[in-house]
């Protein structure tokens, strides 16, 4: 009977994994973050209350589209960013997670039309962070928006298609 409790629990864990995107046994808690002792509502496991809003970065990389479908169906979008405080947090919290700085994909998109940029979220689009000479659309066809390129991890319009890690973000 043990055995088979044992075995349950383990498919059970299994099952919720979803393919490690959240590597947990190197996730710092919320309670390491002093922003998890802000009153109101907790952000749900594994992801990080920041200013109103929970983050999670997500290691498994996959293009734009279905790193932006993933967070949907966590019920956030990729990343929106509205101040430097915020990005050096997002920032911070790939750090602790990959223990290293990847470029890494956000929310931010000009598919629509080039150079009108867009948040994936409906946020409007005011701060920005972008590397030097960016965004510049290079070969006419770099229109999602990928963070810590170059040495001083910055932003960079790049192809939708490549495949990078993720931070999403959702309201609480």
């Keep these: 009977m043990l055995t088979v409790s044992l075995l349950v629990c383990a498919m059970m ?10 590597a947990s046994s190197n996730s710092s808690s919320n309670a390491d973050d002093a922003s998890s002792y802000e ?23 996959r293009d734009w589209s279905d790193a932006e479908k993933k967070c949907l169906s966590l019920k956030g979008n990729l990343a929106s960013v509205h101040s430097i405080e915020e990005y050096e947090f997002i920032q911070k919290l790939i750090t602790q997670q990959s223990h290293g700085n990847p470029m890494t994909w956000i929310g931010g998109t000009d598919c629509q039309k080039n150079n009108i940029w867009f ?11 972008w590397c030097a000479g960016e965004p510049n659309n290079a070969g006419g066809n770099q229109g999602c928006l990928r963070m810590n390129y170059g040495e001083h991890h910055c932003w960079d319009d790049f192809q939708c298609s490549h495949k990078l890690p993720s931070v999403c973000a959702r309201n609480l």
């Design 13 to 22: 864990a299994l099952a919720t994994a979803d393919d490690a995107d959240v």
């Design 119 to 129: 948040w994936s979220d409906g946020r409007p689009f005011f701060f920005t962070f």
């Design 39 to 61: 009153a109101g509502p907790r952000c749900p496991a594994f992801w990080i209350k920041y200013n109103g809003r929970c983050f999670l970065y997500v290691a498994r990389a």
